[in-house]
């Protein structure tokens, strides 16, 4: 595989206005090839959508899912630029998915990274510090092993992170984005809330034998 430069990829970036780590990844998966990284990312939509990620959305759909049985069920609000947009067939079934995903997603508690509060990573940090088996490390070691950790549990808590239910290959961030493309508009997850039934409730534990006794009169 090719050495990817910071400046190759900053080229890259000032050509397509892709992220710097999509345009990295493009990089990498074509060996360096300049060309076909930007034929990577039109091809991902990632160009475009990147260039519309600026823009105002605030038209767009709030949509629910209830898993088979009522069990689990989740109300989420996906923004776009325009309500032509949001009537469009490809945008109502992205909102669907994207609830689905939700719900197959017990661990993500925000939307992005960025949403979640410098306290938690903080405290975080604190605890993985403390961990055993990072006592014998150097500190400069430590700190790597650290902040790959954080970084680890910060994704498993982001919607966008997750890997797509439909497609493993692709994450939600990279679906949004593909979206973006086809559809030609800035798309924004804006929030969600997942609903588990009995979630919160302490339930009382009862001995079975000790009910059948009570109500017959006998003892267990």
Same mark, same amino acid.
């Given at each position: 595989?090719?050495?990817?430069?910071?400046?190759?990829?900053?080229?890259?970036?000032?050509?397509?206005?892709?992220?710097?780590?999509?345009?990295?990844?493009?990089?990498?998966?074509?060996?360096?090839?300049?060309?076909?990284?930007?034929?990577?990312?039109?091809?991902?939509?990632?160009?475009?959508?990147?260039?519309?990620?600026?823009? #105002?959305?605030?038209?767009? &759909?709030?949509?629910?899912?209830?898993?088979?049985?009522?069990?689990?069920?989740? &109300? #989420?609000?996906?923004?776009?630029?325009?309500?032509? #947009?949001?009537?469009?067939?490809? %945008?109502?079934?992205?909102?669907?998915?994207?609830?689905?995903?939700?719900?197959?997603?017990?661990?993500?508690?925000?939307?992005?990274?960025?949403?979640?509060?410098?306290?938690?990573?903080?405290?975080?940090?604190?605890?993985?510090?403390?961990?055993?088996?990072?006592?014998?490390?150097?500190?400069?070691?430590?700190?790597?092993?650290?902040?790959?950790?954080?970084?680890?549990?910060?994704?498993?808590?982001?919607?966008?992170?997750?890997?797509?239910?439909?497609?493993?290959?692709?994450? #939600?961030?990279?679906?949004?984005?593909?979206?973006?493309?086809? &559809?030609?508009?800035?798309?924004?997850?804006?929030?969600?809330?997942? %609903?588990?039934?009995?979630?919160?409730?302490?339930?009382?534990?009862?001995? %079975?034998?000790?009910?059948?006794?009570?109500?017959?009169?006998?003892?267990?």
């Amino acid at each position: 595989m090719a050495d990817i430069s910071a400046k190759v990829v900053k080229e890259l970036r000032e050509k397509t206005g892709a992220g710097m780590m999509d345009c990295k990844k493009a990089l990498k998966e074509n060996d360096g090839d300049m060309a076909k990284a930007m034929e990577w990312l039109r091809q991902k939509g990632i160009a475009s959508a990147d260039k519309k990620a600026g823009r #105002v959305a605030a038209e767009g &759909l709030v949509d629910s899912y209830i898993h088979t049985g009522g069990r689990i069920g989740v &109300l #989420v609000e996906v923004n776009c630029e325009t309500d032509f #947009v949001a009537r469009r067939e490809e %945008f109502q079934s992205l909102v669907r998915n994207i609830a689905m995903q939700i719900a197959a997603c017990p661990n993500v508690e925000y939307v992005s990274v960025e949403d979640i509060p410098a306290e938690f990573a903080e405290n975080e940090k604190k605890i993985e510090m403390g961990r055993e088996d990072l006592a014998n490390k150097p500190e400069n070691i430590r700190e790597k092993i650290v902040v790959g950790r954080i970084e680890k549990r910060l994704k498993e808590l982001s919607l966008l992170d997750q890997p797509y239910i439909k497609d493993q290959n692709i994450t #939600v961030a990279e679906l949004i984005k593909q979206t973006i493309a086809q &559809l030609g508009e800035n798309i924004k997850i804006r929030r969600f809330v997942r %609903f588990v039934l009995g979630e919160g409730i302490e339930k009382e534990e009862s001995n %079975f034998a000790d009910e059948v006794a009570a109500q017959t009169g006998g003892k267990a």
